[in-house]
């Protein structure tokens, strides 16, 4: 009986092995046969027959074979009848003069795909998207060809995601190349009140080339441009209009990846003699200059991290990023929007800091007052996978905006992905405001207790076996990072810890609820709960003591002649929350 046992594991391993390497084949085949690409048997099959000029026993033969194509792919169940018939379909609007080949269903999708023809008729050829940017942005001749020579190599390699020396080398001098193109276009666009679609799928989502990206990605986006005023917000931005936002004076560049701000870089190159005092001068002031810099730096690094792919980012738009339904992935304002302001009903004081008051106050008012700053949030062109907080602050004074970076088109959770990077805000706020001392312990914080709690874990005796299990495993997932264990905290904190689902220990909670308390909602929630209930009365008797504290000072400056103005409301009503 083991014997025979045995004789059936090996048979059914060589059985299986055998299953395995005929759906290699099957599937390598099909790739030759029909493809996403569009450079299969089928497609070329479907051309010569609509465009050549062939006789009627040759265009029968052609018809055939697309046939016997048809009738392998639904032999083997390799695809099913309506992706092929659609398929087939497609290519038949793609050529004008259609013969009306082999879909029986054809004259069900004649009116959608006419009026993907209309749309489609807004640029002047679909084939020339590429054609019309290069030409917008004055490419030279040699240039142009060199770069729709990479294109075209590209689109022919068997595997694009290959991290083959040869492969690599294409891809980053494509991106490149994109880059060039991207600061030539927006130069010229920055000048224009209008853009003609070629230049806004462009500019707002890297759309290059019909058939990297496909057609149907085509139509839907246009459709999207048209509509984003729609959902526009004032604090949420893409690419190009955050861009114009800095050419006209409403925003300053970003810090780029090495810390460094524009002003910044202007003073090493006066100092290293790069530049003259006179040049300086014209630099801080030059609007262009300031757009490019956001170029060169920001726009650079963060779009190849929001692609979440670092080692095989691609800067233009392909079909095999958009895994899902264009309206599915796309991130709007008021998508973000609503995130932001569920999230702020669990933290309440996610965005709320301590500033001075006004100058005009600041001789009468010393105290510090709480001052909500929302956020300024920037969609990169890609379809990608992170978010990233990329500036706590838009620059040194603690009350302006920070800065985050999201993809415009993604698959992941945007729900998650903002939690994740307020969590990180969170950290990096409070480092900068606390300055060197940050990790101190003495001068008590979020980073300096954080960091305290996670330093000595092991001695700590509030903590389980269990705790200390999970903090060692969240320190090697974040590599010894201590704000990457407090993001994982946050993450639980405001997803389930709000719901009254204990998912942390008792000593990260009470840190948590000392410097990311919940809301009055939440609280009234959970009230009841043993485990928040002395944190609660603990917190009531600390915002009393600040309230009281608030309101002598406030008596104190209407007595001497001040005037409550409406930040000193707003920061009376946040104390009293």
Known sequence: NVGIIFQAGLDMTRFFSEINEMERYTTSVMGFMMNSKKNDLLYRLTNLYT???????????????VCQIKELLLHYHLVDNELINNRIDEMEEEHKESKNLLVSNQGSNQGSNQGNEQRIGEVESRRDIMSQILEYANI?????????DQILKYKSLTDVFSTEDDVRSLRKEITKEFYHIYKEVVKKALKEEELIPAISLFL??????????GEEAFVRLLDIIEDMEEHSVPYVYNLFEWLKSIYHGENEPSYSELDETYEKKIREELKKGKITDKEADVLKKDAWAKVEFELDH???????????????????LCEHDLNVAIDKMLVTGNKIKQILESLRKVDYSLFYREVLVNEQQRGEF???????????????????????????????????????????LT???VNDMLIGICARYRWEI???????????????????EYSDYIQYYKKNFDLSQEAKDRIHSLLIKGKNNYREVFVSDYFSWVKYEAKGSFRMNKVARKTLFRYCPFSVEVRKSLNENPMFRELFDKYEIFRMKKLKKAELVYERYQKNGGIITEELKKNMEFLKI
């Open 51 to 65: 465009c050549a000029p062939l006789d009627e026993e040759d265009s029968a033969e052609v018809v055939d074979l």
């Open 140 to 148: 030279e001749t040699i240039e142009k060809n060199q770069f729709c």
């Open 204 to 213: 707002y989502f890297g759309y290059m080339d019909l058939e990297l990206a």
């Open 298 to 316: 920001m726009f650079q690094s963060t779009n190849k991290v929001t692609y979440g792919k670092i080692i095989t980012f691609f800067p233009i």
């Open 366 to 408: 010393r105290e510090f007052i709480n001052v909500e700053v929302i956020p300024n949030i920037i969609l990169m062109p890609n379809a990608g996978s992170r978010g990233i907080m990329w500036q706590p602050t838009g620059d040194i004074r603690n009350n302006s905006p920070a800065r985050f970076m999201l993809p415009i």
């Open 411 to 413: 698959m992941e959770d």
């Open 430 to 448: 409070c480092k900068k405001i606390q300055g060197s001392r940050w990790n101190d312990i003495t001068e008590p914080s979020l980073t300096s």
